[in-house]
């Protein structure tokens, strides 16, 4: 199993579409968990840390369930400009390293 | 603020020739220093990470080398190039190791072996 997984996508949804990513983690002893964001040929950006209560920044809110090991990202009425690989990314390992999922691809239609 | 760069951004190399990344972070001192590779439709891979000058650790093996000459430099070698080093090379720093350290990357650099 990996340590991180994700859909890997495409997602195509109409602009104002609301979207919904889930990320699944193996390690248990994760404490830190973020959503990065990249665009094609670019560098993951910082999009949000993930907080254990949920959190929201705009139109996005992050969850996790820690439970059922489990992360997710809600983006409401999608933008072209969010057309990106969402990359989720947990600490993990003996050194507590970040690891990152393979991403999610989303691709919002005019 | 902190700011990174490494470069070349784009370059081609032939398989067998040496390889050199440079990255420099500006606006913080002591940072942790990281180098990934990301693979055409494959994940961000860390390749290697030192927390101090002189100070690296592997996390993989492979035909990589990484050093830390100064406290803000990291560089990325190989002596001999493999096909299967082509790929996004990103550099990439943070305050501290682990739980609540947000990691920042440079601009990357695309590699491709031929």
């Known amino acids: 199993r990996k340590e991180v997984e994700q859909d890997p996508g495409p997602f195509n949804v109409p602009e104002g579409a609301t979207v919904a990513f889930n990320c699944t983690y193996s390690?248990?002893?994760?404490?830190?968990f973020f959503w990065y964001r990249q665009d094609c040929r670019k560098e993951p950006k910082l999009l949000m840390s993930?907080?254990?209560s949920g959190n929201e920044d705009g139109r996005f809110t992050a969850q996790l369930n820690r439970a059922s090991q489990y992360i997710s990202l809600l983006i409401r009425d999608s933008k072209l400009s969010d057309s990106a690989t969402y990359l989720c990314?947990?600490?993990?390992?003996?050194?507590?390293?970040?690891?990152f999922g393979t991403g999610t691809l989303l691709a919002v239609q005019p | 603020s902190q700011t990174i760069h490494q470069w070349p951004a784009t370059l081609v190399q032939p398989v067998g020739s040496p390889l050199s990344l440079e990255c420099t972070v500006e606006g913080t001192s002591n940072p942790n220093l990281y180098w990934y590779r990301q693979a055409a439709g494959r994940g961000l891979q860390l390749l290697f990470y030192s927390v101090g000058i002189g100070q690296i650790s592997s996390e993989v093996p492979q035909n990589l080398s990484a050093s830390r000459p100064q406290d803000r430099q990291f560089i990325l070698s190989s002596k001999k190039l493999l096909l299967s080093d082509s790929g996004f090379y990103l550099c990439?720093?943070?305050?501290?190791?682990?739980?609540?350290?947000?990691?920042?990357f440079g601009e990357g650099s695309w590699l491709t072996v031929v």
């Open positions: 990314v947990v600490t993990g390992g003996a050194t507590n390293k970040l690891i």
């Open positions: 390690n248990s002893a994760s404490q830190s």
């Open positions: 993930v907080y254990s």
């Open positions: 990439a720093w943070s305050a501290g190791m682990g739980s609540g350290n947000t990691i920042y």
